[in-house]
């Protein structure tokens, strides 16, 4: 929000707009792009967030949903050992098992889902509430469990006894799941589609960009490519008042430790609090003594760089970058050099963890260190 990220690309969407208007070459192959690209917009973000409410009120939801797919993804041809081990991996999930709050929790997701998505996401078990039971997930959640092998491990060793899995259909539960999967699949379906229609209309407007834009520079398209990005390491400032310096030391390690006691995020193992409660940092230490951990530079970062090296203008390994500032999230839209952040772990600290902590000095010794 600070740095307006929407309101820049509005103005270019704005800008392109009137371009294509004022172009009649443009304008007559063009003309679709922006209300393409907004119905499809439109239709993706419906279809995902409908997505992410089946995910946490089904897949991830009621256990007899999951014990049901689980069956339904059984490989029942697998070697003995392996039929074996999953059987007990699933047999071992009725070990907490409570089958009347498993109840209330699908009641529950069931009110949730329909009041949060369009009916068009609705899977077919709906309209069997609607005309068997009223509209009542109590009533067609107590029929379900009520006649489901599948409640309790008894009944899912009956369920597996049976002579085929032709039958397995014949439990509501697994019939359930089918239904599940294929609204699913219907909804993955709509979203590769309009996913595909974005990325064929993004081609198209980024070209249209280009064409506008004729005498500027842009970046290539460096996707599944190698690349290197260059910076330099600097201290920032991301509000008044604020000042951060470039490189954190030792001292940090303990500061934080103590300020988030008990936090998992922030623990350290006692035995590298006490090989750096030491101070012996022989030629890993700076001029007074300490020893740097992290530093900072304007270097780009996105996911997947992390372990990326880290290299000095001769060639010599500074560290590795494994994160990005707060303010450097948005950087994958917008690149602002002068509060966003690479963060990058001092190779002097990784070569004391090996040494010391690690006890790998015959690693040190194959190196060259200046």
Same mark, same amino acid.
């Given at each position: 929000r600070k740095l307006k990220v929407l309101d820049k690309k509005r103005?270019?969407?704005?800008?392109?707009?009137?371009?294509?208007?004022?172009?009649?070459?443009e304008r007559e192959n063009l003309l679709h792009l922006m209300s393409s690209l907004e *119905?499809?917009?439109?239709?993706?973000?419906?279809?995902?967030?409908?997505? +992410?409410?089946?995910? /946490?009120?089904?897949? %991830?939801?009621?256990?007899l949903v999951q014990f049901a797919l689980t069956i339904l993804n059984f490989d029942f041809e697998a070697e003995q050992k392996q039929v074996v081990a999953q059987l007990q991996k699933l047999l071992d999930k009725y070990a907490?098992?409570?089958v009347s709050i498993d109840k209330e929790v699908f009641v529950a997701m069931l009110k949730e889902y329909r009041t949060k998505v369009d009916k068009a996401y609705?899977?077919?078990?709906?309209?069997?509430?609607?005309?068997?039971?009223?509209?009542?997930?109590?009533?067609?959640?107590?029929?379900?469990?009520?006649?489901?092998?599948?409640?309790?491990?008894?009944?899912?060793?009956?369920?597996?006894?049976?002579?085929?899995?032709?039958?397995?259909?014949?439990?509501?539960?697994?019939? *359930?799941?089918?239904?599940?999967?294929?609204?699913?699949?219907?909804?993955? +379906?709509?979203?590769? /589609?309009?996913?595909? %229609?974005?990325?064929?209309?993004?081609?198209?407007?980024?070209?249209?960009?280009?064409?506008?834009?004729?005498d500027r520079n842009f970046y290539p398209d460096a996707n599944?490519?190698?690349?290197?990005?260059?910076?330099?390491?600097?201290?920032?400032?991301?509000?008044?008042?604020?000042?951060?310096?470039y490189y954190t030391t030792v001292k940090g390690i303990f500061e934080k430790v103590k300020e988030h006691s008990g936090d998992p995020d922030f623990a350290?193992?006692?035995?590298v609090l006490s090989l750096l409660s030491s101070g012996d940092f022989g030629r890993y230490a700076d001029t007074k003594g300490d020893m740097n951990v992290?530093?900072?530079?304007?270097?780009?970062?996105t996911g997947g760089n992390s372990g990326s090296a880290m290299f000095n203008g001769k060639g010599e390994l500074l560290g590795l970058a494994f994160d990005g500032n707060w303010e450097a999230m948005s950087s994958d839209i917008v690149f602002e050099p002068d509060v966003q952040r690479c963060i990058?772990?001092?190779?002097?600290?990784?070569?004391?963890?090996?040494?010391?902590?690690?006890?790998?000095?015959?690693?040190?010794?194959?190196?060259?260190?200046?």
């Amino acid at each position: 929000r600070k740095l307006k990220v929407l309101d820049k690309k509005r103005q270019a969407e704005e800008a392109l707009r009137q371009w294509i208007q004022k172009t009649p070459a443009e304008r007559e192959n063009l003309l679709h792009l922006m209300s393409s690209l907004e *119905l499809n917009y439109k239709d993706r973000k419906e279809v995902n967030r409908a997505m +992410s409410y089946f995910g /946490e009120s089904f897949i %991830n939801g009621p256990e007899l949903v999951q014990f049901a797919l689980t069956i339904l993804n059984f490989d029942f041809e697998a070697e003995q050992k392996q039929v074996v081990a999953q059987l007990q991996k699933l047999l071992d999930k009725y070990a907490n098992y409570d089958v009347s709050i498993d109840k209330e929790v699908f009641v529950a997701m069931l009110k949730e889902y329909r009041t949060k998505v369009d009916k068009a996401y609705l899977p077919d078990l709906y309209q069997t509430i609607d005309t068997l039971y009223g509209g009542n997930e109590q009533m067609y959640v107590d029929t379900l469990y009520a006649h489901s092998e599948l409640t309790s491990p008894r009944g899912l060793k009956r369920f597996l006894e049976r002579d085929t899995t032709f039958h397995m259909i014949d439990d509501p539960a697994v019939s *359930l799941g089918i239904d599940l999967i294929v609204k699913l699949f219907d909804m993955r +379906s709509q979203m590769a /589609e309009a996913s595909d %229609n974005i990325e064929k209309d993004e081609r198209e407007f980024n070209a249209a960009m280009r064409r506008m834009y004729a005498d500027r520079n842009f970046y290539p398209d460096a996707n599944s490519t190698m690349r290197l990005s260059f910076g330099t390491i600097g201290s920032y400032s991301p509000y008044d008042g604020a000042d951060y310096g470039y490189y954190t030391t030792v001292k940090g390690i303990f500061e934080k430790v103590k300020e988030h006691s008990g936090d998992p995020d922030f623990a350290v193992q006692p035995e590298v609090l006490s090989l750096l409660s030491s101070g012996d940092f022989g030629r890993y230490a700076d001029t007074k003594g300490d020893m740097n951990v992290c530093f900072i530079s304007n270097n780009d970062i996105t996911g997947g760089n992390s372990g990326s090296a880290m290299f000095n203008g001769k060639g010599e390994l500074l560290g590795l970058a494994f994160d990005g500032n707060w303010e450097a999230m948005s950087s994958d839209i917008v690149f602002e050099p002068d509060v966003q952040r690479c963060i990058g772990v001092d190779v002097r600290y990784m070569l004391f963890i090996i040494e010391k902590f690690g006890k790998a000095s015959h690693l040190i010794q194959e190196l060259k260190i200046e």
